[in-house]
């Protein structure tokens, strides 16, 4: 059929009205191999599309090994052609073919992908997320939104390590690592294996220990001290240390709600972990988990240590993130009062301020407070998301009052979304995007004013200048007429001013 409306000149580049998409990205889609080779052989125009076509194929489409096997040869055959650039940014994400083949699990099409001579594994999308970042995400069967231009499928399954996929060393948008990712998804094997890498720089890795503490992952706390104990030639490393906030990793162990925190506190104690260390407010492991009655936690403390202090402290002691995290909202009131320091801290894992506890939480009062007393400035309060606290408000009460204390509505974040628009995208925060709405438009409304006064008042000062001009040039005209009749009388023959002092008269005057 193919060969027939070629030979009627058919056009074999001819686009649907609808997805705008070729006959060729058609025939990869639908995993048609013969299809596609006639395509080619006439000179069809190919698209980058096209290869995350042939891999993803139709929504819904099962995963038939024999059809797989012909979507990977269709991608053979579209990668010989030279006519695509492998490196593309694809889709409202900014994607190249790679991440989304590791992305969705396709082992075959990604190896032929990381043997193409011009592959640069180390492409960033917008969120600063590379090939090796989604190759972890799908190691632990975490999902991705697939791009705009393909089907809306996910696939689930878990695929193997893919080893060589970039710089271990390369961060996203918020800072954060692939092994910091790994870490926080529990994935053992994928943290063995990037500890392994040799171009992994641990000196430019911060609160490792600390992140698996607060996760509570007991085995990957063990790989990753062994791994900074040998790195210790380079730089010092301690089980002991304080991260920004003044915790250390046992301070973490004993603040978290986990199953399994007293494995976790079980394994710094023997890794050396001193449970009288003292955070900046000198509260000790022991302290925190009494006082939050973590039960695992006080038992291995109590067996595991000689000389306990055993100081009970107050819940005042506690980190104020720790009050946001489980809801003690009077005794963060407290503190927030009494000015404590911690009020600007930011939550390890997701950088989260009070400011975005208090509006998740609906928390009027508390955020009113923040903001006021404790002189909390929500603009440059900005999560891992790269989102302000006003993205997570839910009344129109907490979104005026951030909005009045400096909060920007034309913020984006690592998606390019507004407040806005994550306000339009839930029916409960609808009267959240109205008030949006109504701001954005006084805004621009107050813009447009400001602009039209300033014009204004621009052209009325050069009117003004003008006409001083021309009033200072007939002044200096009638003092020299005034000095020549004293010395040098004007001749009969020069009545008028001079050509120049005329011109320039005139146009000041216009």
Known sequence: MVNFLIAENHDVGIRDRKYSRTPLRYACINGYLETVEELLKHHTPVEEEAVVDAMCGLVCAKRLQRK??????????????????????????????????????HDTCAKL??????????????????????????????????IDTVSDYVYD???EPINGIGKEENRDNAGNSTLILAIRLGALDTVQTLLKCERLDLKTEKELIHTASAMGYPEIIRLLH??????????????????????????????????????????????????????????????????????????????????????????????????????????????????????TYKYMLTDDTLLHMATAANETEILRLLLTEGKLRPGSSINEQGRGPLYLASS???????????????????????????????????????????????????????????????????RGACKAGALGDYRIQDTEKL????????????????????????????
Request: charge should be positive; charged fraction near 25%.
């Open 68 to 105: 797989q096997e012909k979507r990977q040869e269709i991608v053979r055959k579209l990668l010989r052609t030279d006519k695509i650039n492998i490196n593309a940014r694809l889709g409202a994400k900014s994607r190249t073919v790679l991440m989304l083949a590791v992305g969705h699990s």
């Open 113 to 146: 992908l990381l043997k193409h001579k011009s592959i640069d594994v180390n492409a960033q999308d917008i969120n600063g997320f590379t090939a090796l970042w989604f190759a972890v995400h799908a190691e632990e069967g975490v999902t991705i939104d697939i």
């Open 157 to 159: 399954p878990r695929c």
């Open 226 to 343: 062994s791994a900074l104990s040998q790195s210790n030639t380079i730089h010092v490393y301690s089980i002991n240390a304080r991260d920004e906030r003044g915790l250390t990793p046992l301070h973490y162990a004993s603040l978290s709600n986990s199953a399994r925190a007293g494995e976790v506190t079980e394994v710094l104690r023997e890794l050396g972990a001193d449970s009288n260390h003292t955070d900046f407010r000198g509260c000790t492991p022991y302290m925190m988990a009494s006082l939050l009655q973590r039960t695992q936690v006080l038992q291995v403390l109590q067996t595991k240590t000689t000389s306990l202090n055993d100081e009970r402290g107050s819940m005042q002691d506690l980190p104020a993130l720790t009050f946001a995290k489980y809801g003690h909202w009077a005794l963060l009131q407290e503190v927030i009062t009494a000015g404590r320091t911690d009020l």
């Open 396 to 462: 129109v009460e907490i979104a005026k009052l951030l909005v009045e204390h400096g909060c920007n509505i034309d913020s984006t974040d690592f998606n390019n979304n507004t407040p806005l628009d994550i306000a339009h995208r839930q029916p409960r925060t609808r009267d959240v995007a109205h008030y949006l709405e109504n701001v954005l438009r006084m805004s621009k409304k107050k813009h447009r004013m400001e602009m039209w006064e300033q014009k204004t008042k621009g052209d009325m000062l050069m």
């Open 483 to 510: 000095q020549g009749s004293a010395s040098h009388p004007p001749s009969k023959y020069c009545k008028t001013p001079p050509v120049e002092t005329k011109a320039a008269t005139a146009f000041c005057l216009n």
